[in-house]
């Protein structure tokens, strides 16, 4: 695959990547849609995006937003956010997402669009 989502829990990203490394393409890109942060058998704290791009060696990007499944699913207006610094990845994420029910914008934003989707959770 040319782009990865990585759309479950956050819980499962270290175990998915190390399943998946040996089939990942060096040219691939990674986009998370899961929300919350990884936390280290060391305690330490680090963005899921950061996790998934150092253990697979490719850039990852972000969407996040305000949105509940079941209303996404319904067909209802929602809005979300594309964190990514390359532009061109993030037009072709939002090309093959955006709807008209479902709107996209892309910031380069990356760490403060997931740490704002992770926290979206929590408070």
Known sequence: ADILL?????QFVERTCHAIKSHVKKTAFAVSFSKGFYVSKDK???LLSTVISRLLE???YVLMGANIASEVAAGKFCEATIGSRNYEHGQLVKGLIQTDEFRLVIKPDTEVIEV????KNIV
């Open 116 to 119: 704002l989707g992770a926290l």
């Open 6 to 10: 990585f759309i479950l829990p956050h």
């Open 58 to 60: 490719i850039p990852c």
């Open 44 to 46: 330490s704290v680090d």
